[in-house]
Antibody, heavy 118, light 110 residues
Framework: EVQLVESGGGLVQPGGSLRLSCAASGFIFSSYWMSWVRQAPGKGLEWVANMKQDGSEKYYVDSAKGRFTISRDNAQNSLYLQMDSLRAEDTAVYYC???????????WGQGTLVTVSS | QTVVTQEPSFSVSPGGTVTLTCGLSSGSVSTSYYPSWYQQTPGQAPRTLIYSTNTRSSGVPDRFSGSILGNKAALTITGAQADDESDYYCMLYLGSGIRVFGGGTKLTVV
């Protein structure tokens, strides 16, 4: 059974940092592109970043460029999102997702809530 | 900036058929945008329904289908059921690694 379990969310002050983790199981992690998608309270989905199997390609939404870093550890079956210089508008549930190629997502975790507030 | 457009809301009768669409603020949607569709009920994680225009994700019933209709991507639900009442999001691949979600359609089954 495919499982994606996010952790690392919480309350952080504006300008602060947070590192999200996603533990994957039930599939060959190293064979898949992986993504982070977020959803602000009461709002729609927003793709944030994704990463190729070997880490050689990474892509970000404009609002995340220069502040967020996606990474992975294939030996640990884990995906990460380092978030720096956090802003109030980064407040959202962050979902880890397995990609179908590099163009879509086919399986989602349950999400972790990040709240940026003073 | 490219905006992906969806109907804000739609309603369908139980047993009926509904088609939700996904367009672009400028230009036409084609299979080259690899449209995908996601279903989300309140408080739950999204669920993938369709990817690459018309391929159903694992476990998705065949009453959900994807296509290109005119200049938009489309998700058709036939034989609507009460538990189809959800938010539906499309996503398009814009190239150069960039993906964009539409604003979502709130589907009511009444």
């Amino acid at each position: 059974e495919v499982q994606l379990v996010e952790s690392g969310g919480g309350l952080v002050q504006p300008g602060g940092s947070l590192r999200l983790s996603c533990a994957a199981s039930g599939f060959i992690f190293s064979s898949y592109w992986m993504s982070w998608v977020r959803q602000a309270p009461g709002k729609g989905l927003e793709w944030v970043a994704n990463m190729k199997q070997d880490g050689s390609e990474k892509y970000y939404v404009d609002s995340a460029k220069g502040r967020f870093t996606i990474s992975r550890d294939n030996a640990q079956n884990s995906l990460y999102l380092q978030m720096d210089s956090l802003r109030a508008e980064d407040t959202a549930v962050y979902y880890c997702a397995r990609d179908r190629g590099y163009v879509a997502t086919d399986f989602w975790g349950q999400g972790t809530l990040v709240t940026v507030s003073s | 900036q490219t905006v992906v457009t969806q109907e804000p809301s739609f309603s369908v009768s139980p047993g009926g058929t509904v088609t939700l669409t996904c367009g672009l603020s400028s230009g036409s949607v084609s299979t080259s945008y690899y449209p995908s569709w996601y279903q989300q009920t309140p408080g739950q994680a999204p669920r993938t329904l369709i990817y690459s225009t018309n391929t159903r994700s694992s476990g998705v019933p065949d009453r959900f289908s994807g296509s290109i209709l005119g200049n938009k991507a489309a998700l058709t639900i036939t034989g609507a059921q009460a538990d189809d009442e959800s938010d539906y999001y499309c996503m398009l691949y814009l190239g150069s690694g960039i993906r964009v979600f539409g604003g979502g359609t709130k589907l009511t089954v009444v």
